[in-house]
Structures are given as structure tokens and as C-alpha cells.
């Protein structure tokens, strides 16, 4: 639903450094982590959160890693397309 036009609103979204450095979550995916988490925040108030400053929790991480998690592939094991 959209409300009527106000002024822009500011939020700051963190995510630890050493989410990084412990490869819990890569660099190119930084933005679609703090972008799940505003409209986490934004949903669960209103639209009207009370703070605009935002903590990416560890469990945030892990869901955010195991929903893009590929399958792993084994090349080794794979049934052949076409018949020889």
C-alpha cells in the first residue's frame, strides 16, 4: 500500500567486518543482506520502525547463506546427456 509522499528517510544497515574476513558472507552479496533486512525492519513496524540504525545478526547471516546456498555438483558423477 503506498502511503502519501513524506520526506526521505535515512537508515543505516551494519554488518560486522569480520562477517567478511570469516567468509560468512561475501562482499557482492552486502547489499542484498541490508536490503532483506530494511524491509525485515520495515514490515514488522509499519512501515515506521522506531530506529534507523539496523544490526545484521549472526542468524540473519546463517538464513541469508543457507537460502542461496547452491547445490553442490559433483562433475565426476554426472549422468550423460547424450548417448555415445
Known sequence: ???????PRKFTITI????????????QDAPDVCSAKLRRELTASGNHPVD???LVSDME???YRNSHAS???????????EEY
Open 71 to 81: 547445490p553442490k555438483r559433483n562433475i565426476f558423477n554426472r549422468t550423460p546427456t
Open 61 to 63: 547471516l546463517d538464513d
Open 52 to 54: 534507523s540504525h539496523f
Open 16 to 27: 560486522t567486518h569480520d562477517a567478511f574476513t570469516t567468509r560468512r558472507v561475501r562482499f
Open 1 to 7: 500500500m503506498l502511503e502519501p509522499e513524506t520526506e
